[in-house]
C-alpha cells in the first residue's frame, strides 16, 4: 500500500487556554473519501486549517501528500486543493475566465488550461455557459465549478469545507457523483458536512468531540460499535452523552 | 377571522426584474398547526416568507395571516406575528439578555411578561445570558434568535431557515423547542433546505423554483410515491450506479446514504419479479454481493421525483 495522503498523529492547537483539537491521530489512504464529522464548534475547522497550512500546530505533527506541514508547506500547499463553503470563485468573471485564472494561481500549462476547460464544462454540463459570468450561473453549478477548479492542478487531496450546503437533492447527489470519480482516480477526499447520509457515502469517517476524535471507521463500523441504527443516533449519542437517543 | 385559517395564500406572484421568485403560490396554514416549506436555496422561500411578515409586497394574488391582509392590514399584524429572518439578525456586540430586553422594548413590552412564552428556550439559555451573541454557537444563537422572535408573544411564528448551517444535534434540539410550542397551541410556518426535516412538521410544501412540487401531510407525501422503489447496496457504488443507470426499465438511480434508490419504470409489476430481474443483471454486469430489497419512499425520493416530473413539463 502506497503512504497515507494525509498521516495526523497527536496534532493538537490551542487558542490561550481553550484546547481546540486536542491531540488526534489519523490517516487518510490515497482515494480515500474521508467524512470527517462533528458539531458545531467540535474543531473540524481548526483542524482542516492545519493540514492546509493556514494555522500552525501547538503540537503534533502531520504530514500531506507526504511532506511536513510546519516544515514544507509549500511543497504542501502545491498538492492540495480547497473548496470552501463560501466559494472562492469569482462573481464577475465567467466561467471560463475562473478556470484560466486559478490554472494560472496554479501553474498549470496553457495547454493543459485549454484541455481542461473542456473536460470540465462537459463534466458538468456547463458546455453552453463557458462564457456566463459565475453570478448568473445557480448555486448548484458553482459549487461543482468550484470542485472542478479545486482539482485542476490534480492535487493529491482535496479538502471540502461543507460543499453541498443549501443546493437541492438532486444537485447534491450530482456533486457527489463528482467526488466518487475524483477518488476512483486516485484522488483522496476529506469532506466535512451536516448532511448525516452525505457520511454515508465516505469509505470511512471520524467523529470529533470537543476537539478529540470520538469514534473513527468505515460508517457501519461505527454504527455497529456503537449498537447504533442510524448515523444520526451515533451523533447524537458522542455529542449529547446525556441526551436519550 | 375568515374560515379560520392562520395563513391563506392565493396566487401569490412576486418577480424581480425578469425572474419570478413566486410563481402563483397557494396553501393554507391551520390554527396550531407546524408548516413546513421544504426546498433548496433559490427556491422562493424567503420571499414567500418577507411577504407573509408584511415585509415584502407581492405582485399579484393575496396572503391572509390571521384573517388580515398582508398589504391592506400591516400594521395591525406585525405585532401579531413573530418573524425569525434567515439571516442571524441580532446585534452580535450586545450580551443575550441585552438583545432580549431589546427586541421586549421594541414592542413596548418586557422581557418578564414574557417569561412564560420563552421559558422553555431561556433556560437553556440563561447560563450564557451575560456573553455577547456573536461569541455563541450557531444553535445558541438560533435558539436566542428564537427567543426574541418571542418576546412580544405573537399569535404566528414564521422562521425562516432557522436550522440552516447548524449541526445534526442543534437542529434536533430546535426542533423539540418548535413542537413543544406548536403543542401551546402556536401556530408555526417554517422554511428549511433539510429534507429530512420534513418529517417533524405536521404538514409541508415542497418548494422548488418559485413553485410548489406538492403539499400534504409528510407521510403522504412519500405514499404518493407512483413507481416501485428500491434500495440497492454493497460493492462499489460508482459500478453499481454506472450498471444501473443502464438497465433498459431504470427511471431513477441516486446515490441515498449507505445504499443507492433505484426507480423502476414498470408500474403495478410484482416488485419481487422486479427484484429477481434485477439481480440477474447486476450479476450480468459482473458485480457480486450486491443487496436489493423494495423500500418505501421517504421526503427526499418524493421530493427529486416532483423535480424532474416538473423539469419535463
New interface residues.
Given amino acids: 500500500m502506497s503512504a497515507p495522503a494525509i498521516d495526523a498523529r497527536e496534532l493538537t492547537r490551542r487558542f490561550g487556554k481553550f484546547t481546540a483539537v486536542n491531540a488526534i491521530t489519523f490517516h487518510v489512504n490515497p482515494g480515500e473519501v474521508f467524512g470527517f464529522l ?4 467540535a474543531g473540524k475547522t481548526t483542524a482542516m486549517r492545519m493540514l492546509i497550512g493556514l494555522l500552525v500546530p501547538t503540537s503534533g505533527s502531520a504530514t500531506v501528500a507526504g511532506y511536513d506541514i510546519t516544515t514544507q508547506g509549500e511543497q504542501v500547499r502545491r498538492r492540495i486543493g480547497y473548496m470552501s463553503q463560501r466559494f472562492s470563485l469569482y462573481e464577475d468573471l465567467t466561467v471560463r475566465e475562473n478556470i484560466t485564472l486559478y490554472g494560472g494561481i496554479y501553474g498549470v500549462s496553457d495547454r493543459d488550461i485549454a484541455v481542461r476547460t473542456g473536460e470540465i464544462l462537459s463534466q458538468i454540463g456547463l458546455e453552453h455557459a463557458g462564457d456566463d459570468l459565475v453570478r448568473e450561473i ?3 453549478w458553482k459549487q461543482q465549478l468550484a470542485f472542478c477548479v479545486a482539482l485542476l492542478h490534480r492535487p493529491q487531496i482535496v479538502f471540502l469545507d ?1 460543499p453541498t ?7 447534491r ?1 450530482r456533486f ?2 463528482l467526488i ?2 475524483a477518488a ?1 482516480q486516485g484522488t483522496s477526499v476529506l469532506v466535512t458536512t ?4 452525505e457520511a ?2 465516505c469509505n470511512r469517517i471520524s467523529i470529533m468531540v470537543d476537539g478529540a476524535i470520538a469514534a473513527m471507521g468505515t ?2 463500523a461505527v454504527k455497529r460499535e456503537l449498537g447504533a441504527a442510524s448515523l ?1 443516533e451515533v ?2 449519542r458522542l ?2 452523552p446525556g ?1 436519550a437517543a | 377571522m375568515s374560515n379560520g385559517s392562520a395563513v391563506e395564500v392565493s396566487g401569490l406572484v412576486r418577480r424581480f426584474g425578469k425572474d419570478i421568485a413566486l410563481d402563483r403560490i397557494s396553501f393554507n396554514v391551520q390554527p396550531g398547526e407546524l408548516y413546513g416549506v421544504i ?5 422562493g422561500k424567503t420571499t414567500l416568507f418577507r411577504i407573509l411578515a408584511t415585509l415584502m409586497l407581492p405582485d399579484e394574488g393575496t396572503a391572509r395571516v390571521l384573517g388580515r391582509d398582508v398589504v391592506q392590514d400591516l400594521w395591525d399584524l406585525r405585532t401579531r406575528i413573530g418573524y425569525m429572518p434567515g439571516r442571524f439578525s441580532l446585534y452580535p456586540d450586545l450580551s443575550v439578555a441585552e438583545n432580549l430586553a431589546f427586541f421586549a422594548s421594541l414592542f413596548t413590552t418586557t422581557v418578564e411578561e414574557a417569561r412564560e412564552t420563552i421559558d422553555p428556550i431561556w433556560v437553556q439559555l440563561e447560563q450564557f445570558s451575560s456573553r455577547r451573541a456573536s461569541a455563541l ?3 445558541m444563537k438560533q435558539k436566542l434568535a428564537l427567543c426574541c422572535a418571542l418576546v412580544h408573544r405573537p399569535e404566528i411564528l414564521f422562521l425562516d431557515e432557522p436550522t ?9 434540539e430546535f426542533w423539540e423547542l418548535l413542537r413543544r410550542l406548536r403543542d401551546d397551541g402556536l401556530p408555526i410556518v417554517v422554511s428549511t ?4 426535516e420534513a418529517s417533524l412538521c405536521d404538514r409541508v410544501s415542497l418548494m ?1 423554483a418559485g413553485k410548489l412540487l406538492v403539499t400534504n401531510h409528510p407521510a403522504e407525501i412519500g405514499r404518493s410515491y407512483p413507481l416501485p422503489l428500491f434500495a440497492v447496496g454493497g460493492g462499489n ?2 459500478g453499481l ?1 454506472g450498471a444501473l443507470r443502464r438497465y433498459p426499465h431504470a427511471m431513477a438511480v ?5 445504499a443507492l434508490h433505484y426507480t423502476d419504470s414498470r408500474v403495478g409489476t410484482d416488485p419481487t419479479l422486479i427484484e429477481r430481474e434485477l439481480r440477474a443483471y447486476i450479476e450480468s454486469a459482473g458485480l457480486h454481493e450486491v443487496t436489493i430489497r423494495p423500500i418505501a419512499a421517504g421526503i ?1 425520493d418524493a ?2 421525483w416532483y ?2 416530473q416538473e423539469r419535463a413539463a
Fill in positions: 462533528g458539531a458545531n464548534g445557480p448555486l448548484g461543507e450546503g443549501g443546493v437541492d437533492p438532486i444537485t447527489r457527489w457523483e466518487y470519480q476512483a451536516h448532511y448525516l447520509d454515508e457515502y460508517p457501519s444520526d451523533f447524537l455529542t449529547r441526551a | 426546498g433548496p436555496d433559490g427556491a454557537s450557531g444553535g440552516t448551517g447548524v449541526d445534526a444535534v442543534s437542529r434536533r433546505p433539510y429534507m429530512d422548488q457504488v460508482l450506479l441516486w446515490p441515498f446514504g449507505e427526499e421530493f427529486m423535480m424532474t
